[in-house]
């Protein structure tokens, strides 16, 4: 199939092109380079730089003719959110309304969604499954609850087909080091305690060891970036197949607390890794695992390399370099 994959020279994206590539589609990626790297584009893939946000030109781009679109273009950031929510809403939620009408003009059927596990705020039980109550805590899980509704109404009024894919903690690198592009300036657990493993930051904050947890630090579920990129394969080859939407969690099922995460990444690089423990994040809840049941039911999919050894070793793989160690 010929493949859009909007967001695709991101962390995630570039990960999701990577497994279409290896699947046999033509893959071309627009992105505007705002957090997305050239350094993560394939030789194999067409890359056009561009921004969700200019509709005219995304239509001319949709109009080149593709099967289906993948839309990871999206601003991830949950404090950030809170703090700046009209940046939330023009690029989250204006911009996929660009690429949903963009894509009704040029006839593009499949949409591939990157959705959230943001989308359900405090859990009321564990694991999470797709039946959980959605109520967002954060401006940046409101957007994507807000973005599949408007698929759902796209579904039923243009017969465009969707998969809202609800990640949890997107983690890891590619397992056979084909991806080497560092996020700039990430909040995120995996890559902060990498750069103090590498000596990028001094120290990891621990954002609260007073939760009713294993060791009182943040549970959450860490899913392997490849496990992510072979899910939205996996997605896609149902949307043809059914023609049906849906709406999957995609995790791990298993949970680790920021602790278990800077144990294991010291036993791995050899490194000390400073950490410091301060005051809760606000709106962090104790505990979040994912029930990824649908996702095995109708996509076949389960997690495949997302245990920590995994998780930290093949992200260690890629700092270890950047940093001549
Ligand atoms: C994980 C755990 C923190 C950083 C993220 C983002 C967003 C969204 C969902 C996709 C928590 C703790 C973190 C640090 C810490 N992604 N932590 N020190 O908050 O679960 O959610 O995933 O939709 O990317 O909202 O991920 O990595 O920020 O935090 O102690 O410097 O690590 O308290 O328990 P989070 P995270």
Redesign the pocket.
Known sequence: MKILVIGGAGYIGSHVCREFLDQGHQVTVLDNLSSGLEENLFPEETFIKGDIMDAPALERVMAQGFDALIHLAAF???GESMLKPEKYSVNNISGTINILNGACAAGIKYVVFSS???TYGEPKYLPIDENHPTEPE?Y?GFT?LEIERFLKWYDKLKGIKFAALR????AGYDVKGRITGLERNP????P?VMEAAAGMRSE?????NDYDTIDG????DYIHVNDLAVGHVAAMDYLVKHNQSLTVNLGSESGLS?LQIIDAARKITGRPIPAKIVGR?PG?PAK?TASAQLAKELLGWTARYSDVDTLVRTSWEVYRKKAGL
């Open positions: 991830k950031a949950a959230s596990a943001a954060n940046y994507k990640y949890f903690n997107a909040a995120n657990l995996l902060v990891v904050q621990v954002f609260g630090t943040g549970v959450r920021v994040r962090d979040l």
